[in-house]
Structures are given as C-alpha cells and as structure tokens.
C-alpha cells in the first residue's frame, strides 16, 4: 500500500520478518505507527480546538483525500453544492480557476489536441453529475468491454479493509455494524466518568483485562461466540496477535489493518489515545482496544473464514470514463469508434486522471486564491501610512482569536486606543485553581505542557464560609442525582422536584432571558465570592507535580515574553488593559467549544489577571528596565474579560491606579457601551434570525446567551480563513469582516527570527488546528463533525453521540457550522498564514522548522509574506 | 368567590381556539407564509391553554355535553398536555431554527397536542379512540420526520407496529364494552346497573385488553424497546413523548377504574409493572447516555404510576404523572447541561454526622409511621410512607448531616423543609381539585399491598448487595443484562449520521 504506510515502515518490517518470527512482533510499536491516523479528543467539558489529520501531514492534502475516499469513503474537498454556492456569492473567481487547469494541462503530457482536453475539462468543471442513465447504458458497457486493453495503468492498490466489512459487503450480513455497536459500547461503559451509578464491574484493571472478564457472561453474543472466546489470552498484545494471526493478516499488511480498525471509530479511538497520553498506567490502552476489537471481530466472523479474496474490484472501470467523454465531451457512441487507438487511449487517460478530486481541488484552490486576492487588495489599498504617534490613552491586549478582530476595530474607533494581539494564554504555561476547587485546569493551548500552578486563595476565614456555601450549592444537585439513583427515593423524587422544575420550566421558556439571569444572579447571590489573592510568589510544596508560583527569574522571563509577543515593549500608555476572553451559553454541551482555544477551551481571564499582575511587580518592572524595557511608574496594568457572547469587557483585575490610569479608565467606561452595542450589531446581522430585528441589540444578545433553546449562541469561529503576523497598523483600516486571527510581529525587532518562530510553532499552529477542525467539519460533517444538536445525547460526561448510539463525535456540531440545513456558514478554506516581514525571514523560517514547511508543502495551510516595500508573495 | 362559568360557552371557546391553532398551524406549513409568522402561532396556541386554566378554576363538578365530559381531571389533563405542547414549541422556535422540516414540526406538534386534549375531554369512547389515534400517529410521524436518516424511520416504523397493537387492543376492549352495556359513553359505562349487566369474565378479558392498550405506550416490560429506540428523535419531540404520551395509562385506568378495580387484572398489571420498576431503575443505574437514564427512569416511573393504579390510588396516580410529566420535560429540555462536573470534596465522616443521620432515620421512620396512622385502611398508604419516609431520611442524610459546616446544614435544613412544604401544599391542592372526580372507593387487598412492598423492599435491598460485591459473578451478570436491554438494537444505532452529507450534497437545492 502505497499511501498508508510509511516507507521506513516497511523496510523496518521485512527485516523483522527476515530475522524473526511472529510471536517477536513488536505489536505496540505497530500500535503506536497506526495512531497517526487518528487524533487524540479532550473531553468535551474542555473542548479544544483538534486537527484530526494532525498526524498525516507528512502527506499532501490531496494524497490523505484520495486515501480517506478510497477507505472510508470520506470526501475532505468540498462538495459542488458548497462551491457552487460560494460561486454564486461571488467568492470564487473563475479566472484562478481557467488559470489553475491551464497549468493542470500543462504538466499532463497527454497526447491530445489542447482545445479538446480544455473544452472537456471545462465542461466536466461544471461539476454536474454524469446521468445515471448513461452509466447504466448497455451501449457504453459493451464499448468499455471492447477497449478494456487501454485501460489506464493504476498503480494504486485499494486500501485494505476490515474482514468484517469485506463480509458486510460480500454476503450482506451486518457483521461490520455489529461489530461497531459492540464497540461502542464496550468503550463508553469504560470511558465513563461517572455519569452510571453502577460502573463497569473490574474497569481498574484495565478495558482488555475488564473486556475479557466479562465477555463470558455477555448476553448480547450468542453461546457459540462466547465459548470461541473462553480462553482467550490475559495479556492484550497477545490477545492481539492471536486474534490477527486467526484472522491471517500477513505481517507486512498489520498496520494497514490496524489502523482500518481505528479509522471505523475515530471518535473513540482518539477518546483512547488522549486517556492513553494521560497516565503511564493506560499507556498501552489503543492496543487493548484493538486487541478487543479486534478478537471481537474474529468471534463474530469465524464460521465464514477463510473469506473469498478481496477481489480487486474494478476502480478504473471504463464506463464512467467513457460516459464522461460522451457526457462532457460532446461525443455519441460513434464519434468513439471513428477515434484512432491512440487517441482513445489519450481520452481515457485524461478522464481518468481529471477525476473528481482534481477538479474539487481545482475549485477549491480557486476559492482560496480568491481570498487571498481580496484580503491582499484589500489591505494594500487600506495601509494605515501616517506614523503620526497620537497620545494614546491606553493599550489593550487581546487573544488572536478571529471575534477579538471586530471588538478591536470598534474599539479603536472610539477613542486613542492601541489594540495588540497574541495567543490568549499570554504565554503563561500555567495551570489554573480556583478558589476553593481541587481541579486545576491547564490554562495553556493542548500542544503544550503546564510547568507551574497558579492558586486562587483568600483570608481562611472566608475561605471556609465560601468554602460551605459552594458546598451546600453543589449538594443539591449531587442530592437530586443520589436520589435519582436510588429505586425507592426516585419514586418520590419527580413528585418532590417536579413543581421546582416546573418552575424553571416556564420561567426559561416565557422569559429566557430574565430568567437565566436571575438563576445566575441568585447563584452569584448566594456564593458570594470573596475577592481573592494570586499565588503568584514560587511556594515550596512537595506534594503537588508542579511548583507552585514563579522565582524571580521566571517572572522577568514571562512578563518580557509576553510583552515581546504582543509587540509591546516601549511607548507604553497610562493604562494597559489585558484581555482574555469568554464566552456565555446555557444548556450546550459544547460550551467549551466557545471559550478560549489557547486555554484549553477555558475563560482566558485568569491568564490575563496572572500576566496583568505579573506586570505590576515593581521587582519585575525594575530588571526589565535594565534590559531595556522601561515601563513608566504611573503605567497600571489591569486585567478585563472579553465577553464574546455579548461583546462586553468586564473587569476581573483593578488594582489602585494611579492619576493618568484613572483617567484612562473614566475614559474606557464612558465609551465602552457604544463599542459594545456596535459590535453586537454587526454580529447579530450575521446570526439567523425569524426575520425581524430586534429593537434592542444589547437584549437580544443577552437572550442568545440565557436562552436554554439557543442551538447558535453565537458563531464561534466559523469563517475563519487567515492568520495575520504583523504590524496592527497594516490592518487597522480594513474591515477584516471577524474572520482573520491577528498577532503583532516587529520583524525590526526580531533579528534572530526566534519571536517568528515561536509564534509559527505555538499560535499559528492552534489557529490552523481551529482552521482544520472547522474546515473538517464543514467538508465531512458525518464524519468529522458532530452532528445534529437536537439529535445528541451526551454520555458518559465525555462527549456527544448522536441518536441511540454513534461513534463518539470529535468535531463541531451541524448546527455551528451551517445557517440553515441548506445554507451552510462556514467557508471552508485551508488557513492562510500572512506575514509581514522581509523575504529572508521566511526562507529562514522554512528552512528551520521542517514542520511548519511540510504543512506549507503539503497543503495544510498557505502562507503568504508581504515585504517592508509592501510587495506580497505567496508561497503555496 | 368565583363565579361558576356555565359549561358550554367555555366548551365552545374552547374549541373555536384549538380549531385556530390548527389553522394557525396550516397556515405556517405554506413556505410563502414567513419564518415570523412563528410567533403569532405561539400566542395564538396560548389561547387555548389559558382558556383550559380558567375552566380548571371555575368548574367544580361534572357536565356532560354530547360527546364530552367537562369535570375538573379532564380540564386538569388538558391543560397538562397544552402547557407541555406550549412549552416544547416555544423551545423548537429557536432549537429547530434552520432545520429541513421546520414548519412540519409546529403543524405536526400542533396537530398530536390538540388530539391528544380533546382524547382526555371526550366522553363516547368512539371518540376517544379516534383522538387518541391521531395522538399516536402524530408522534409516530414526529419520530420520523428526518426521513433521510435510516435510523430514525426505524424506530418510527417499530414504535408505529406497537402502537397499532396497542390501539387496536382499546378499540377491541370499547366495542367488547359497549356490546356489554349498550352504551357508548363511558360515564353510562361506568355507571352501577351497566358494569352489574358484565359477566365477570368479560370483565376480566375487557381489563385485560385495557392493561395492554395502557402498557404499550407506558414502555412497561415486555414492551419497553420502543422508548429505548425512539431516542433517536430531536430532544423536544422527547420531551413531548415522555411527558404526554407515556402516562395516558393513568389516565385511561382512572377513568375506568369502576371497571378496574377488584379485578384480575389488576394482578397481572402488578407484575408487569413491577418488573418494568425494578427493570427501569436497572437501566438508568447502568447506563452512561443522559438520555437513555432518562428513559430507564420513565419506564421505571410509569411502572410507578400503573402500580398506584392497580392498588386503587388513582389520585395519587394522576398526582404522579402529572408531577412526572413536568419533572421529565424539564430534564429532557436541558439535556444539554449534562456535562457538568461533580465536584465532591470527600470528607471523613464525623461523629456528629453520624447523630444527625440517627436523628434523620427517626424522623424518617416518625413520618412512616404517622402517615400510615393516618389513614390505615388504605392500602396503597403504607406504600407511600415507605416512600416518603425514605426519601426524607436520604434527603436529611445528604443535605442536612452531611452539610458541610453549619451553613451547609442551616441551607439543607431550610431546602428540605421547603420541598416537604410546597409538597404538601402540591398534594392538597391536587386532592381538593380532583377527589370529586376521582374514584376512590375500593380498597385493594393487603395482600396484594405486601407483595408491592416485598417487591420494592427487595428490590432496593438486592441494589444495596450488588453495590456491595461488584466483583462477583452475579453482578457481573446482572450488570451485562441490564446493559443489554437498556441498549437499542443493533439496527438502529448507525456509527455515524451519514445523512448529512447527503444534506451537504442537496446544499440550497432541495427544499
């Protein structure tokens, strides 16, 4: 196979089978080579952003399409519903598109006249669909039956696929879908985190050693089955071979099959593979799943083994090939016959090789030249020249996210303001406590690992009373499901909590948006949070894994980083407000979904408080000043939260400001509500609504975020298609229309090209993570997506399935991505990466980070420089 | 005082609004008609529900006026199944915003809500059938309306072959009723001289036709599959079934309880039920989806209600679907906050917890004991202080003694006396609107009482040990079968909803 695995695979392969034999096979090696095709997926309470080709990118865009298509039937380039309506918007310009088949037929070598491959492949660009009554025509088959000689050389072996689904196919018996449903729910029994009062009985020991205990006794396989499993091997790995060596899978072929397996059920493989990462007790968990798996396909197919050979079914069968030429060619039967041998052989070879994924990816390069195109002229015809500093009154910072562009631009408007942008976590790798909690959440984007801890506390003695009240709020609810739980007590429970929720139930419906604030005003009531501290200073403590608090040095070092990433380093104004962001919706499981990408799909205003205080310190303030960085005495830092649901700045960090800050501050209120309401205007234009605006933007916005029926709170980061590394200046003009992430780059200041680089490896690769995931859910939503909201069901607290049961679904919900069932929302273009800098910087960038070069290579994302002199280039 | 609205004008508007709504309803199926009309469509289907609340107020006593009876249980019905229909379509205004079928769901919605009030208003049983009919088609067609989707035209093809069972079983038992009595209308039916002229085997073989009819749609084993399957539909059309539709055994066992009770069949309802209680309880102890522990717990809650009026309780019974019906649209509704995180910081337990968890069980076990006091003839009493004794003892156990420092337990002490008083205040409202109406009579036998008892007492106790030896063999088989039919069969469960794509495919070109 020639797409699936890796070359050094193979070769590592045929050695081992040249020295040694099959009980030697180092299986969790396999294993571990087969993940790559799979994702690792967070718990949905922390959904983060997750590129599910992650591990793939070592091959082009194009090859894994071919490969997804062939093997799961998946189509990851557009449809020609999506381009079709992209074109009639106006968002594709067809001359990229002439341009881009041009330059197709000039690398072909077809031996065809130029005018009649241009004239078919522009007919077939049209993208209708070859009439089914063509290809059922008698006249064809027997016309593709006598040029059978000339058929195209395919050098492609089919992906393999698993024996199970050979036999579905065959035979017809729905081994393949048994097969899944047994799976599933084996993985969500196990995966559970507490949602089942009684839980898998031996879950500690592990999901094999559990699986193989209980199989035995399970009723949902028939007698027979049960006994062919009785004494199956303790151990996975051998359970695993067995079960490969039964089923005969030649050694060369076991990865290929492997990861067949892990492909039928991304959602719970990668579900897996992420509790696999998290400790070193589940480390081998992906082979015990194939290891049940797999023995559990062995049990359910056994009486039809040995099965037939996969016949190679015919992949370039002539008949579409010559239907094609009949249908887009503006050719009959017999024009066919009067053509000489060559030249029939040169048609086919050209149908074939312009097959639908040529022509997808002709029209969706085209969609992305287009934008780029526009975002170009855009922003030249805009650049902000005048370098005329006015006296700022303060500077915000904001998370690169794609809804922080509009609040910015409105922002700037309204006042001598500078906006700067970087990832949200302000770099700070920190995992965050809140007050009173035992769970710390990684407050840090998931491709990075957290070095420090950083507590909320506060006096002991209003500790304790939050402490009982927080307590007392949480036991009700644990009450209502210990009660729920119990045979006699959930008799009576409806009758008990019925008229409370009967309550609710009308207040929610008739009144959503008063009456999901007062629930939330009551509870804010009642909590009463007391103001607390930051362990901010390094405490020695040797129970927790990570220190908490930060040394001297360790603060220096990420107050200056951050300020160099945000491109913040002189100039600095009376008040420097730092922005996390958030978001606000009831009753949706993918609240998470919403938040802040860069911090772990949390708030990122602890961040921004952390980092906001940080630059307070005088101690801080005094080394910096040293190297450089002088932060003037009357400059405040404050920390702010970005609503996203409801475009509001609330406060979290306001220390004593100091006359010139306070004055600032009087400022900031006094505009901030005009801001507010702009922003909500122009982003509820964008939102579906009954056909009529509401008079007042602000309630609207509010009832989007209380509304327990809200499936679209708001949009998220749906349209998101570019990554702007630069000067804010270069933009500041343009109306980027809430779709491009921003981050400040000084390429004065970075001679080295460590800031570039970092900002390549850490920001811009979550935003082409967010990119992908929208992307992949837009282009697959039954496979990458998440489905209908109306149909989920959450289970196990993990995450959603769809109807009675699914594979446990990764990606963003229908709902998120689409207008209407028959408008979809998201444009989905692979991320274009801008940077502002001299060419050289990004030779050097390509030249020293091989993974940011594959991705660019392969088509995982574009990227585009433009040079001080304001000439661009486009490297993808 | 109020003043006591004569019957027929209210009647007639009633019919006129519900006969708009249905209109209303056509109206919005037209794709000319704009997506704003929605909202007209919400106020006017709130006519309807005001008018049934004014009626539940101001009458007092039982009217019958052609084919339909006007007493206080059927004006509560209706109004119980209008609020849920105003309710759920409220929701699906937004919930369902951009979805293929929009329209059909409110005129679908519409149409089952408005049969199904006039089903719990009708007196002539042909009626009643016809209505209840319609209800049921209506959900079937709701069930289904993704008709791209495979899986869920399986589940409304299955539902449908139930239904139709269950239908033809209370049609059968109607005319077998009415050859019996000669008399169409239930309340002749029901009256002393006609059930006299039923042999007492036909009384038998009607009940049982009425078991079956009522058990089908309450999920009671052996039929429980249909719910376990229908959770495919969309959360709202859920909600609609688990509160509307499930409990119509109540209510069609109220009204013929002078024909049920004392008989056979109610025995055999006893059985079923209480396998479906102990079945249901299992199913939602076992399963990890939020929704297929809410439908464990529906069929465990119905087992409930039908067991309430087997013993003869039929006001407790109505009390307890309508109570339930709530209960469960709610938590189907907010199906999407299931992901939350139970923090619970685990502290030893302290000696003075253990005294409030003594003084919780005496309390508990006053309030058996006064409640049965209370009323010690009836038979279904002692059942209900079991159950609310106990439930008072675990409540005071969780809130009160293991309150976490006084606040905790000042906050749990208030909490739990608020629940034990608006209770009260529920349950007496309830008794002083329905006990006219509601018959209650016949006492049912103790030993039939005990046996619930045993029932329920062994059932918990058998949760209690299995709890306890999770590693043995008997728990791991328990445990495999209750996961076993608690889970869907393998035909309806797709591995992912292929029908999107094929939405993607039509784009904007299909409507």
Known sequence: MTVTSTLLEKVNLQKEKLTQDAPHLDINHLVKSASRVIAPLWPIATFAARNPWMGLEGQSFEQIARWLKDSRDVDIYPCPSLIHAAQKRGEINEDFLETALKRWLDIQSIKLPRGVAERFCRAALKLDELPSTLLEALEVKVLAEKLSALKPQNLEKHPLKPLSLCLEQQSGEKVAHALDHHIIKWCKLFLDESQAAWSLPNREEGFYRAWR?????????????????????????????????????????????????????????????????????????????????????????????????????????????????????????????????????????????????????????????????????????????????????????????????????????????????????????????????????????????????????????????????????????????????????????????????????????????????????????????????????????????????????????????????????????????????????????????????????????????????????????????????????????????????????????????SDAAQEAFQHIQTILPKVSNDAIAERLSQLPNLGFRSKNPRAEAQRFAEDWSEVRPEWGLARNAAFIIGDRRLTQECDLDGRVFLHNYDWQKDKDGTLLSNIIAGPATVAQWINLQYYASTVAPHYYGSGNKATQTVTGGLGVMQGNASDLLAGLPWQSVVRSDQEVYHAPLRLLVVIQAPQEYVVRLLDHDPTFRQKVQNRWLRLANIDPEGYWKIWS | ???????????????????????????????????????????????????????????????????????????????????????????????????????????????????????????????????????????????????????????????????????????????????????????????????????????????????????????????????????????????????????????????????????????????????????????????????????????AQMGFMLIQCALNAYLAAIIHLVLHGLFKATLFLQAGSAVRRYERTSRPIQISSLLWIIVGSALGLLVVIYFWLTAPEMGYQLISALIFGCSLFFAWTQLVAFGYGLIGRIAGFFLLGGAVMVFSIIHAAFFELLHETVYQVVQPPTLVVILVMVILLSGSALGVWLTRSRSSTAFAILYLWLVRLGEPHSDLVESHPNYLAQYLYWGGNRR
């Not at chain 1, 035992?438 to 402490?467: M, N, R, T």
């Open chain 1, 213 to 657: 205990r209980l199989i035995q006794y399970d009723p949902s396989l028939s007698h027979t089955q049960r006994q062919r499993l009785k004494d199956w091997p303790q151990e996975a790995h051998t359970a695993l071979k067995k079960a490969l060596l039964a089923l005969k899978i030649p050694q060369s072929e076991i990865q290929d099959y492997l990861e067949a397996h892990l492909l039928a059920l991304p959602g719970w493989t990668g579900m897996m593979l992420w509790r696999s990462q998290q400790s070193t007790q589940e480390s081998s968990l992906l082979t015990e799943y194939l290891a049940v798996r797999i023995s559990m396909e062995w049990t359910l197919i056994k009486p039809h083994l040995p099965l037939l050979k996969q016949k190679d079914e015919d992949k370039c069968s002539l008949v579409p090939l010559i239907a094609a030429w009949i249908h887009w060619g503006d050719m009959t039967i017999e024009d066919w016959t009067k053509l000489s041998i060559p030249e029939q052989k040169a048609r086919l070879t050209l149908a074939y090789r312009f097959d639908e994924i040529v022509r997808r990816r002709l029209w969706l390069e085209a969609w992305e030249q287009t934008y780029t195109d526009q975002l170009i002229e855009m922003v030249l015809s805009k650049q902000l020249v005048s370098d005329q500093k006015k006296q700022t009154l303060a500077q915000f910072a904001f998370c690169i996210d794609v809804r922080s562009e509009p609040f910015r631009r409105k922002l700037e408007k309204a006042g001598p303001f500078e906006t700067h942008g970087m990832a949200g976590f302000f770099g700070l790798p920190i995992k965050t406590c809140e007050l009173g909690s035992q769970h710390a959440h990684s407050s840090l984007p998931v491709i990075l690992k957290p070095q420090y801890k950083v507590k909320e506390s506060s006096p002991e003695f209003e500790l304790k009373s939050y402490q009982q009240r927080r307590q007392t709020a949480n036991s009700l609810s644990y009450t209502f499901k210990m009660m729920k739980q119990n045979l006699l007590t959930s008799l009576m429970l409806p009758e008990v909590s019925g008229p409370w929720l009967c309550l609710q139930l009308l207040a929610r419906s008739f009144v959503p948006r008063s009456a999901g604030h007062i629930f939330r005003k009551l509870q804010e009531a009642w909590l009463r949070k007391p103001s607390t501290e930051l362990s901010l200073d390094r405490e020695y403590n040797l129970e927790t894994e990570l220190p908490i608090g930060f040394c001297e040095e360790e603060k220096v070092h990420y107050v200056r980083q951050a300020l160099k990433m945000m491109g913040l380093t002189d100039h600095f104004a009376p008040l420097v407000v730092i922005c996390g962001h958030e978001s606000h919706s009831t009753n949706n499981p993918y609240a998470a979904a919403l938040d802040c990408g860069a911090c772990g799909g949390a708030s990122g205003g602890f961040n921004a408080r952390v980092l906001a205080a940080l630059c307070n310190l005088p101690k801080v303030r005094e080394i910096l000043k040293t190297e450089g960085i002088s932060i003037p005495e009357d400059t405040v830092f404050v920390a702010a939260e970005h609503i996203t649901t409801l475009d509001e700045l609330r406060w979290i960090y306001v220390p004593k400001l």
């Open chain 2, 1 to 299: 005082m109020l003043v006591l609205l004569d019957s027929l004008p209210i009647l007639t508007a009633f019919s006129v609004s519900l006969a708009v709504c249905v209109l209303s309803a056509f109206i919005f199926l037209h794709p000319r008609v704009p997506l704003g009309f929605i909202r007209l469509h919400l106020g006017i289907i709130t006519l309807p529900v005001l008018i049934a609340l004014l009626a539940l107020i101001t009458t007092d006593a039982s009217t019958i006026i052609g084919p339909w009876r006007l007493d206080p249980l059927a004006w509560l019905m209706v109004l119980f199944v209008l609020t849920i229909g105003l309710v759920v379509q409220r929701y699906s205004v937004r919930y369902f915003l951009g979805d293929r079928s929009y329209r059909k769901y409110f005129a679908l919605l519409t149409f089952t809500i408005g049969a199904a009030s006039f089903a719990w208003l009708s007196n002539d049983l042909r009626w009643l059938v016809i209505w209840w009919g319609i209800t049921l088609l209506g959900l079937i067609l709701l069930i289904s309306l993704n008709k791209e989707w495979k899986v869920a035209r399986m589940a409304a093809i299955f539902s449908g072959r139930l239904f139709v069972f269950s239908w033809l079983a209370l049609l059968v038992a109607i005319i077998w009723l009415s050859q019996a009595t000669g008399h169409w209308q239930l309340s002749l039916m029901m009256a002393k001289d006609s059930l006299a002229q039923i042999s007492s085997w036909e009384r038998t073989g009607i009940n049982m036709l009425l078991v079956l009819a009522v058990v089908i749609p309450a999920a009671q084993w052996p039929f429980q599959r249909w719910l376990l399957e229908s959770v495919v539909a969309p959360t709202p059309v859920s909600a609609v079934m688990h509160a509307g539709l499930v409990n119509a055994g109540g209510i069609m066992l109220t009204r013929f309880a002078p024909l049920f009770s004392g008989d056979l069949a109610q025995i055999f309802l006893i059985i079923l039920s209480s396998i479906s209680i102990l079945l249901g309880t299992g199913i939602s102890l076992v399963q990890v989806d939020y929704k297929r522990q809410l439908v464990g717990s529906t069929i």
